[in-house]
């Protein structure tokens, strides 16, 4: 095996600042991605990886869910943290029996999430019995045989819940939601119930179908493209190429956000020559808003629409569309000319002049796309916020036409892929019907617990066994007290993971990790077979993913076999589903998707196109709206915002540019001028003095909830930033134990995680 120096744990007194930067990638951007992935992996297995990454005969990133673009691709269809994301999967590190025969359990419970992951990817199958202080080695057929026996023990199959975060590629995502239903239970909680559930929820509602209606073409046709509560600089960094062209093409950017995020004021392309050297300001205008000011900002935008409309009739108002294709117009008219735009003004804390000019652009645009993530669905109102964007849309018919559309951009590559393949805890009559009749089970009608519930259920003693198919729920979840001390009641936890975690060391009575493969990996069966997985990305495009790399262990099992294989063990030989032939060629799961899940028909083949396919969305295709009216809806919301108490902030949690959601692969956030730490709060500097502090001072954050109950982080240095006076920011997961578990939104019950309400307090 590789022999690496240790990893030092970070020491957040090391931590310094400097001035935000105001461009995006670049020179910089490569380097850094380099650098990181010859420390991980050396420089053969680098430019073996890197040049395979989001190739048609490669692999998809296992970084964000944005597409490849289609025709022509770039050799380096990657981008800087996409390269960390697959050096860190691919790392030649390992976490085999030695390191855990060395360190204790109490010994694993004081390092940082930062630290367990930089260890490197697990080789062996573990457990923890009762009373062990330390993990050992199982072999896998144990493993299977502890899972089942437990889960057959168990009063009903409610009682067990069944994680999956958003990487799991579709062959696996289908067969696992199999085994979860023919277990008899709908309990599978996602990593969407806490990420994009607020837009699925609004788009259902307003449009029938819970996915954005663009593809990554729409972005060349656009006139106006408005990017809210998103940081793609970080996030989506694939994302500022496809604006870069847009607006090379004529587009108007507007960004919309509390902070000054780098990549959507400036950005240099590491993709093109000239992007290396000279730069471009993406936004048009910026609207930096206040924490919860997205709902108003739609609601006057909205007035302000109409208005323009009485100026001059009939070159605002799509009538055609409104009039045939959408329910509630009259009803959202009144409501939206009734909006006082001074509310809207301190809800959002823009000025007049940045609202009129930005109605204007969208009333001379002839083609729109609205864009976010997670400033507006991890909001109480979020899906009401984005009820009101999407409307904002349907008045002016931007949907189903070149050019213009919703476009939830989602986070994990294949969290919607995910979705497609069953992973929800309500899924639709139609598709547990036609999963019945093709497998001959019946699978349970009543809905499960999505990821709150699922807390909630763990915390109350009404669910014992925890499965987490990949993911890290423990630091993932909100209010990391309560979740840590649910966790630790169940009988038994389970961990298909890549890479160690928080959430295997905060364990239940018995506790396994089952290490597997990961998207970078090659994949072969039994007798030798290539298997290869498929994935969906943001826009509904389905394609395979082949990993080739030698996996960091023989004993790892990939997904597939792992959920086979137990189904095995759980329901003996003669349950009604292949098991044995699903793992022994891939291409029959692929079969069994195309007869029960909708527009998948003939999907071996098609999932083979150079480009793989595209799933069908009825409104971007046909202008059809499959909601209850029929139509598409405008939906009337009675206007909210956050107000800030008096001597306290609102609190964001979010990413910086060195990590993958709770995998912190750094210390940094070039971007922000953070370096070497991440207990930072970022605060307006004139609150900062208003509040009695000083820039640099130690504080800790105190969070105050509706019953009078509080939660504490301690030991933040105060960074002063440019944001709306009365909101701050700082990073998940170090914040999570601040957002109450009960805080959530409003319909979607999706954690409030970007607003927070907190007090500082001086050490
Ligand atoms: N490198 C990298 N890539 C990732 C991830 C990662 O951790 N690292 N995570 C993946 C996942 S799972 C997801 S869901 C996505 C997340 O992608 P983002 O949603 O971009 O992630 P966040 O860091 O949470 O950033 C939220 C952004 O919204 C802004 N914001 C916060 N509150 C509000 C508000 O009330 N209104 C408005 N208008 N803006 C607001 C914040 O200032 C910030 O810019 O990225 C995916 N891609
Ligand atoms: N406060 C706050 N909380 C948040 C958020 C926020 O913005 N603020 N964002 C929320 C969002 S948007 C999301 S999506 C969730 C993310 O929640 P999760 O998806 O649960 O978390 P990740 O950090 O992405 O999971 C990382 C772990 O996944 C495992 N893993 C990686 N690749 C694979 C693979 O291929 N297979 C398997 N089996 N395992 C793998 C590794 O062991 C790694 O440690 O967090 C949510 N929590
Ligand atoms: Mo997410």
Sequence with gaps: MHHHAPI?????????????????????????????????????????????????????????????????????????????????????????????????????????????????????????????????????????????????????????????????????????????????????????????????????GSIGIGKGSVTIEDFELADVIVVAGQNPGTNHPRMLSALQKAKASGAKIIAVNPLPETGLLGFRDPQTITGLTTGVQIADEFLQIRLGGDMALFQGLGKLLFEAEDRAPGTVIDREFTTTLTSGFDDYERHTRAVDLDVVQEATGLTRDQLERTAALLAGSKATILCWAMGLTQQRHGVATIEEGTNLLLLRGMIGKPGAGVCPVRGHSNVQGDRTMGIWEKMPENFLAALDSEFGITSPRQHGYDAVDAVRAMRDGRATVFFGMGGNFVSAAPDTGTTEAALRRCALTVHVSTKLNRSHVVHGATALILPTLGRTDLDLSPTGRKNQVSVEDSMSMVHLSTGRLRPASEHLRSEVAIVCELAQELFGQDHPVPW??????????????????????????????????????????????????????????????????????????????????????????????????????????????????????????VSEWTDGTERRVTDFRLVPYSTPRGNAAAYYPETNPLVPLDHVAERSNTPVSKAVTIRLERK
């Excluded at 923890?128 to 502890?146: F, K, M, N, V």
């Excluded at 409104?619 to 009216?629: A, S």
Aim: charged share 25%; glycine share 8%; aromatic share 8%.
């Design 8 to 204: 030092r744990d970070a020491d957040e007194s090391d931590l310094s600042t400097s001035a935000a930067k105001t461009q995006a990638a670049g020179v910089t951007a490569v380097a850094v991605a380099l650098n990181h992935a010859v420390a991980e992996m050396g420089v053969l297995r680098t430019a073996r990886t890197l040049t395979r990454v989001n190739q048609r005969h490669g692999f998809d990133c296992p970084g964000c869910a944005w597409p490849e673009p289609t025709g022509h691709r770039r050799l380096a269809e990657f981008c800087e943290n996409g390269a960390k994301a697959v050096a860190d999967e691919a790392t030649l590190r390992t976490v085999g029996p030695e390191f855990f025969a060395e360190h204790s359990i109490s010994d694993l419970e004081d390092k940082s999430g930062y630290w367990l992951g930089q260890q490197g990817r697990l080789t062996h199958p573990m457990v923890l019995r009762p009373g062990d202080t330390h993990y050992s080695p199982i072999d896998w057929p144990a493993a299977y045989a502890l899972v089942a026996s437990t889960l057959r023990g168990l009063d009903s199959p409610d009682e067990a819940l069944f994680y999956t975060s958003g990487r799991t590629a579709n062959e696996t995502a289908f067969l696992y939601q199999l085994l979860v239903r023919s277990f008899g239970t709908n309990n599978l909680p996602d990593c969407s119930n806490m990420c994009h559930e607020s837009s699925g929820t609004a788009l259902t």
């Design 580 to 701: 044995a032939r699903f793992r022994s060629n891939y291409d029959f799961i692929r079969d069994a998707i195309a007869q029960v899940v909708p527009g998948c028909t003939d999907y071996n083949r098609r999932v083979r196109h150079r480009d793989g396919f595209q799933l069908p969305h009825p409104p971007r295709d046909h202008r059809e709206f499959h909601t209850t009216t029929g139509k598409a809806n405008f939906a009337i919301n009675n206007l909210r915002w956050l107000q800030v108490p008096e001597g306290r902030l609102i609190l964001q949690t979010l990413r910086s540019h060195d990590q993958y959601n709770t995998t912190i692969y750094g210390l940094d956030d070039r971007y922000r001028g953070i370096h070497h730490g991440r207990k930072v709060v970022l605060v307006h500097p004139d609150d900062i003095a208003a509040l009695g502090f000083h820039p640099d001072d130690l504080v800790d954050l």
